[in-house]
């Protein structure tokens, strides 16, 4: 018997309609976990760099985690991978709510789809009944509103479903993933589903999820249970509300949007508007949110109720969930004061399936272009005057690519260099092609510098981890905080808090030291890396301050779930070996050193020299080469062997090793369309 | 004998659907605590307790599974909320021979709640840490004919099971049962 997994995964011909039930080798299991470790090991093995996102040979993997459908609480993520259209290289984004659950009660880890539908479908799974059906009906039809009417023709009220709005049938690059509360948004990913014909995935599942240990594992969950009510009880003193506690950030339940409004940029990434949050403005954001949020909602087997039920009929929107930062991201990117015009927008977009973070900003970048003369009146003919209306008017054009719509779907990046004219110099706030949150700092911080720069999630708001971003002011604080910090995974990572100063010899940017920073970044990194495999939320683990889960009990709910001998040594070697293979997938797509860096503008203060040794030593931390990647030596260390003879016989790696080889691709080749 | 009073515990569960989130906590613990051997596995479906979940219609409703009936409602009424209509048996506790709620995926056999026999708390109020379950217990007196003795009980669960599947059925599947053992 497997534990925890149930060892078969799908694997869905879409070309020809044919539907497998494949079993695991229980090798991959041991090997890389499960979910975005295993996702890796079949995209190196089956897509290689010749392979276009939009072709029918890239795949497009739903994961669960290795521990998603056990008790564990909040273990509840879908990993979604494919190849983005928007980068280039591997995207891949994890999705809270009910999927991943129901998809190992229906008895797989994963559904594999290949090829491309001849007409649209949705692909329907009950236990072992699997089927590709009609989606016909489907298309152009908003994300909730599919996910209802799929129910509806099952006659299944408990199906879960994930589905594609109008944005990913038309291929837009930032397209989603949408299901219910939660989405894959980053990447493109829903365009890849779109490309491939695939309107949505509905599972129901009626089977068992076998624990190898269960009264140990049962134990192991109370404890996780009573230390979130630990936490609930006792916030993390001298941070921003929104930091304080756990889970996603608490946009939903907390009013009090002081810190993101007066320290993120607004509009195209360009302003900060230090005196925004006024009496006024509290007042009436809290009022709007009061209104709008009908009731605050959790994912699969979670308290933390991160999301909410968005209901607002004055709006003229329907009903919709929403979590976390998306509230904010069109107001700010549209410079609006105005918070209903933020919900208001963010159902529209979710119905049509986009991206909450990259689309206003796309959408700013076009007004900012506007603005400039660089975009005229020719090609935004009829663009309204009001900034707000701006918005809803590009949201129409991008969603059906539409005159300008069509050079936007692609994100700022590529439309920059289409529209030209002095354009790039516009595109302020991509990292590898991919649009970021829009943050706007003075001071270089080492160890974002490289999260930021080297993370394979290119996505700055995912990879934060549970080091503060910011040491505390006294050294009394920062004694009292390493006191109780039991997710620490060793004594070094708090000495290294302790001794860091807000100013002074130990203070940004020489404090922390390049080699501290790796370490700092490797331990926050692995976090993010065993999350992504498991299938924990980032909101319980990786991402917040004191945390319920951490480097030193995963282990054990690993072993007690699966029945595998796992140590912390033993996760820390797995989820190094995942980041490389992700690393090696990239570089044979062509990602290369000069790739790495964060937006120009992210910090004001930039130390070039300083960023070179924090690069070198970070390469060299991992075993890669000065170009980033890994070196044939690191490779078999991590048994990853066939890996390393592939990118030397692509010429990517050099016989003498350390040695960078051939000059990559100076930019990946436009993509090509084929439709 | 029928006047004599005796003293019962009535255990009960508040419900309070306004802190429900629908994260069903309480499905997941319910069935890994009724797996054999316990929390060896885990599968909501086998739940004795369920979340009825509209979250656009703002339904949140935990029902807990109740008596078996042995046979469907003659009549049935419809509930309107929100828009939706819905079917008497939505929200019905019973488990009964016209659908599928509260009964084993693989057997049909029908599921109670049992309070968590032998525990001090249910389990799902404890793992419902939104508060949406509370545990009371009060004691109660009752006429000694209404205390249903284990064995009762299960005759009358077997005699409804029976009337629907057929003695014979439920011998062979208790026969079938006890070799998956
Ligand atoms: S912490 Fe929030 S986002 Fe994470 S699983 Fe729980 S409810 Fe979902
Ligand atoms: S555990 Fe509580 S909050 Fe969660 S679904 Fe059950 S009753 Fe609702
Ligand atoms: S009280 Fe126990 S048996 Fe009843 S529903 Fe709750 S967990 Fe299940």
Sequence with gaps: ?675 | MTDEKKKKIIKTIRIDVDKCNGCRACEVICSAFHAEPKYSSNNPARSRIRVIHEPLRDIYIPVYAGEYTVAECAGRDKYTIDGKEYDECAFCRASCPSRVEFKEPDSGLPLKCDMCEGEEEPLCVRWCLADALIYEEREEEVAEEDVLTEQEDLELGLESLAKKYGLKQIIDTVARMSKED
């Design chain 1, 1 to 675: 018997m497997r534990y925890a997994e149930t060892g078969f995964n799908l694997e869905i011909d879409l070309t020809r309609g044919n539907i497998e039930k494949v079993a695991t080798d229980p090798k991959d299991t041991a090997m890389h976990l499960g979910g975005l470790g295993t996702n890796a090991k079949i995209l190196w093995d089956r897509v290689p760099p010749e392979v276009d996102p939009f072709s029918p040979e890239n795949l497009l993997i739903f994961s669960t985690g290795l521990l998603c459908g056990t008790p564990a609480t909040g273990c509840n993520r879908t990993i979604v991978a494919t190849i983005s259209p928007q980068t280039q290289l591997l995207a891949y984004s994890m999705m809270g709510g009910f999927l991943a659950p129901e998809l190992k009660y229906a008895g797989y880890d994963k559904v594999i789809f290949r090829g491309k539908s001849p007409g649209l479908v949705y692909l329907w799974i009950h236990d072992d009944k699997v089927e590709i059906r009609d989606a016909a009906h489907l298309q152009g039809m908003g994300t909730l509103e599919t996910a209802e009417r799929i129910r509806e023709e099952l006659g299944e009220p408990k199906a879960q479903v994930a589905a594609i709005g109008l944005a990913g049938e038309k291929r837009v690059y930032y397209a989603s993933i949408e299901h219910g509360r939660s989405s894959a948004s980053r990447g493109g990913i829903g365009a890849v589903m779109g490309d491939k014909g695939l309107k949505a995935i509905a599972v129901r599942g009626t089977k068992d999820v076998n624990i190898a240990s269960p009264e140990r594992y049962f134990e192991l969950c109370n404890e996780v249970l009573k230390y979130i009510q630990h936490r609930a009880e006792n916030p993390i003193k001298g941070v921003p509300p929104i930091l304080a506690g756990i889970g996603s950030p608490q946009e939903m339940a907390i009013h009090d949007e002081k810190w993101h409004t007066t320290s993120f940029a607004w509009g195209n990434a360009r302003h900060r508007r230090k005196d925004f949050w006024t009496k006024e403005i509290a007042r009436q954001w809290r009022e709007t949110q009061e209104k709008a949020v009908e009731r605050l909602i959790s994912c699969y087997n979670c308290p933390m109720k991160c999301g909410a039920i968005i209901s607002y009929p004055a709006l003229g929107v329907s009903k919709y969930m929403m979590k976390c930062y998306s509230k904010l991201t069109y107001v700010m990117g549209a410079m609006a004061d105005d918070l209903e015009f933020g919900f208001k927008i963010a159902g529209l977009a979710q119905e049509y399936g986009v991206d909450g973070y990259t689309a206003p900003q796309v959408m700013a970048f076009a007004v900012e272009l506007y603005e400039a003369g660089i975009l005229t009146d020719k090609e935004l003919p009829g663009f309204p005057a009001d900034n707000q209306e701006r918005f809803f008017w590009l949201l129409e054009k991008i969603v059906r690519r539409e005159g300008i719509g069509e050079v936007l779907a692609k994100g700022t990046y590529w439309a920059a260099r289409e529209i030209g004219n002095g354009a790039e110099a516009y595109d302020r706030n991509t990292i590898k092609k991919h649009e970021q949150i829009p943050i706007k700092l003075g001071m270089l911080n080492p160890v974002y510098f490289l999260m930021y720069s080297t993370g394979a999630k290119i996505n700055i708001t995912q990879i934060e981890g549970q080091m503060p971003q910011v040491p505390f002011a006294t050294r009394e604080e920062r004694e009292e905080f390493v006191k109780d910090w039991i997710q620490a995974p060793n004594e070094k990572i708090k000495e290294f808090f302790v001794n860091w100063e807000l100013r002074g010899e130990n203070s940004f940017p020489y404090y922390p030291t390049p080699e501290m920073t790796c370490e700092i970044v490797e331990w926050q990194e692995t976090m993010h890396y065993i999350d992504d495999a498991v299938g924990l939320c980032a909101g319980l683990s990786s991402f917040p301050i004191k945390p319920p889960y951490h480097i030193h009990n995963i282990p054990q709910f690993i072993a007690a779930a699966t029945g595998m001998e796992m140590d912390e040594d033993k996760l820390w070697e797995i989820t190094r070996r995942n980041r490389t293979l992700i690393r090696a997938i990239n570089a044979r797509r062509g990602l290369r050193r000069k790739d790495e860096k964060p937006p120009q503008d992210h910090w004001k203060k930039r130390f070039p020299e300083l960023e070179a040794k924090l690069l070198d030593s970070y390469y060299r931390f991992k075993g890669w080469n000065e170009e980033g990647i890994p070196t044939r030596e690191t490779l078999a260390k991590l048994g990853l062997d066939y890996v390393g003879a592939d990118l030397m016989e692509r010429g990517i790696l050099a016989d003498g090793e350390d040695a960078a080889s051939a000059e990559a691709p100076a930019e990946a080749p436009a993509q090509k369309e084929t439709n």
